[in-house]
């Protein structure tokens, strides 16, 4: 069985940083692409950073130059450092795996979801 547990939300004000994690087990192929999605309350959910098998990154507008995806492939670990963060941000996250590289256009492309973690900036 497929998990995906997020970890590392909280509140923090604005400029703040916080670091997400993504712990995956269970998942028979040995390479995946990740990606991190998230959504606020009443909007869709949008594509944030996705990383690839061979470690190719692609960002969100809204995010570049703020946001950094990278993984740890020995211990099955992706991460979203998130730096200057912005009202905005806030919203749930969530991390997703496929086998292949999905984007970060269409959500329902990635076959595996987390619960998600809750990241809260006041200004």
């Known amino acids: 069985q497929v998990q995906l547990v997020e970890s590392g939300g909280g509140s923090v004000q604005s400029g703040g940083s916080l670091r997400l994690s993504c712990a995956v087990s269970g998942y028979t192929y040995r390479t995946y692409s990740m990606a991190w999605f998230r959504q606020a309350p009443g909007k869709e959910r949008e594509g944030v950073a996705a990383?690839?098998?061979?470690?190719?990154?692609t960002y969100a507008d809204s995010v570049k130059g703020r946001f950094t995806i990278s993984r740890d492939n020995e211990k099955n670990t992706v991460h979203l450092q998130m730096n200057s963060l912005k009202p905005e941000d806030t919203a749930m996250y969530y991390c997703a795996l496929d086998e292949y590289f999905r984007g970060l256009v269409v959500p329902g492309n990635w076959e595996y979801w987390g619960q998600g973690t809750q990241v809260t900036v006041s200004s």
């Open positions: 990383i690839s098998r061979a470690g190719s990154t």
